[in-house]
């Protein structure tokens, strides 16, 4: 494989030789580099040495590795200006938002999974009631599965593609991480800190490449942890299923907020904005979609309109801008449909509502009311800035239309009396809701973070999180043993008869009913 500074190439627009993918700073629609468009020989090979070092890694133990992740914690720290300029080149996010979700995460997640692999995948002492293991020591142990393959998207090329491969190098995994073609510049950022912070040679690998690369991985690994579309998703299940490789999916979202009338406004209506807006709206947990109680809908639209037009979008240095750009030229198309789409059936657009003229690729902050059901922009992932907001005539309409809807990643419920609005949470089918507050359970890294329904399959975080990428072990170590069990060869009547009541006694007091 080549190495990291070969893999990029800095570029000033023209293309060097071999297949490679342009990288675009979609701030500006410049071209600023280059990377390889890597084949599935190239994939195979990169499997076989990380297979061949693998074990040594696994060899290291939980306190060599967690040594590793600890220093990269602070190089993540050291060179937060240097990471938040390449990322920020390859999404067109704010310093703000690159600081907040990309560097707190992945500083905390090295520190976390350095903490925690060794409490989540220590040896657990069983005990069986089963008569025949009585006395014979039984463990569930966690072994790592050998070489994971995570296919990541473009919104968050630190937190969403890297950051689960924390978890999978710390169970003693060898790691091949295949980003997104629009963002591969950030891995290979934190590939050079991996080395520089010891982690052997192949044991963390950057396949940089297009769909075709993620697929050739799909048929390497021992389980691939991907993160992207729904339907991108189901392509990614299907071919693994052709070698019964596991998959974890984390898909799409429309995540709905609840304001109920007895809300704190101004905190719902920052909540609203701030989350709905967030890294450009361009998160799986992003609030896609609003529905309030009739009796504060108006004072909660007036508050949120006053905000939306209050953003100020851009590029510039830190404290300049609320809102970046968008990251993924096709999503701006994406997000002007559903607009146009609203629109055409009788929504208004209260604030914003078009493409960003000038270079680059934008979509200005957008409210929308007057939305219902038969729009795209309230069933149908935006992943742009855009806040439809809908009135209902109770708490009930809100949780049946959040229902409605095949995704469930997140949800938000807002409201006073807290008991009522988790009792509204509670009957939303997601994979997470946070009940006035937004989106902070990704924060909390022992949560567990997966969707319901068509928003994936499996968890990220948490015990969940780190115990996908091994294989459960059943250890029964029988110390004091007799030449041979009573129910051993050869068979005889005395013996069954008295196994027969010794089941009878040990499971034949249940009733029927
Ligand atoms: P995809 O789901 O298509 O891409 C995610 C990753 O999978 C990328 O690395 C992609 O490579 C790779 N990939 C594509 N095809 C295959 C394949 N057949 N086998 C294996 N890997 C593959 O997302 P998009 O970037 O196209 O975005 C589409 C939509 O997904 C967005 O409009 C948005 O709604 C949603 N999305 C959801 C995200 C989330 O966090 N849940 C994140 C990003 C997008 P490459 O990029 O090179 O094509």
């Given amino acids: 494989m080549a190495s990291v500074e070969e893999q990029v190439v800095e570029t000033n627009g023209s293309a060097p030789e071999g297949s490679q993918i342009p990288v675009e700073n979609p701030a500006t629609g410049q071209v600023i580099a280059h990377v390889p468009d890597m084949g599935a020989d190239e994939v195979k090979e990169m499997a076989r040495k990380a297979r061949a070092v693998q074990p040594a890694w696994e060899a ?37 938002d690159a600081q907040l979700a990309e560097i707190s995460y992945g500083a905390a997640a090295f520190g976390f999974w350095a903490d925690n692999a060794p409490v989540y995948l220590a040896d657990e002492k069983v005990k069986s009631a089963n008569v025949l293991v009585k006395g014979k020591k039984l463990i569930t142990r966690y072994k790592p599965l050998g070489l994971v393959g995570v296919i990541g998207p473009w919104n968050y090329p630190l937190t969403n593609s890297f950051g689960d491969c924390i978890p999978a190098l710390a169970a003693g995994n060898a790691v091949i991480l295949k980003p997104s073609e629009v963002t591969p510049l950030t891995s290979l950022k934190l590939l050079e800190g991996l080395r520089e912070c010891g982690v052997p040679e192949h044991v963390f690998q950057v396949a940089t490449g297009r769909g075709g690369t993620g697929a050739a991985l799909t048929d390497e690994v021992d389980m ?52 709905g807006m967030f890294n450009g709206g361009q998160t799986c947990i992003s609030v896609e979609r609003v529905y309030v109680e009739e009796p504060v809908y108006d004072a909660f639209v007036a508050k949120v309109t006053e905000k939306a037009r209050a953003l100020r979008q851009g590029s510039g240095e830190m404290g300049t801008a609320d809102v970046g750009s968008m990251t993924f ?150 110390r004091f043993a007799m030449k041979k069990e009573l129910y051993m060869y050869p068979y005889n009547s005395r013996v069954t008869r008295l196994l027969g009541k010794t089941f009878n006694l040990l499971y034949g007091r249940g009733k029927r009913d």
């Fill in 224 to 275: 691939i942890m991907f993160t992207g579309s729904t339907a991108t998703g189901k392509k990614v299940m299907q071919r693994a299923a052709e070698t019964l490789t596991p998959v974890s999916l984390e898909l799409g979202g429309k995540d709905p907020l609840i304001v109920l009338a007895d809300a704190d406004l101004e905190r719902a209506a920052n909540s609203a904005i701030y989350w």
């Fill in 329 to 478: 030229p096709p999503q701006v198309d994406i997000v002007e449909r559903h607009v146009e789409d609203a629109k055409a059936k009788g929504a208004k657009v209260l604030v914003g509502g078009k493409r960003g003229s000038g270079a680059g690729y934008w979509f200005e902050p957008t409210v929308l009311v007057d939305v219902d059901h038969t729009m795209e922009c309230m069933t149908e992932e935006t992943f742009g800035p855009t806040l439809p907001i809908m009135k209902v005539s109770d708490a009930e309409e809100a949780i049946r239309l959040a229902n409605d809807s095949p995704y469930g990643l997140g949800a938000s419920v807002y409201g006073k009396d807290v008991h009522r609005a988790e009792a509204v949470g509670r009957r939303l089918e997601s994979g997470a809701v946070c009940i006035n507050d937004s989106l902070v359970n990704y924060t909390a890294l022992e949560l567990p973070m997966g969707g319901a329904k068509a928003s994936g399959l499996g968890t990220r975080h948490g015990a969940g999180g780190i115990r996908k990428y091994c294989q459960q072990q059943a250890i029964v170590v029988t």
């Fill in 60 to 96: 290291l133990g939980f306190e060599g590795r967690g040594r590793i992740l600890k220093r990269m914690q602070k190089w993540v720290l050291d060179n937060r200006d240097e990471i938040i300029a390449v990322i920020r080149s390859e999404t067109g996010k704010t310093y703000e």
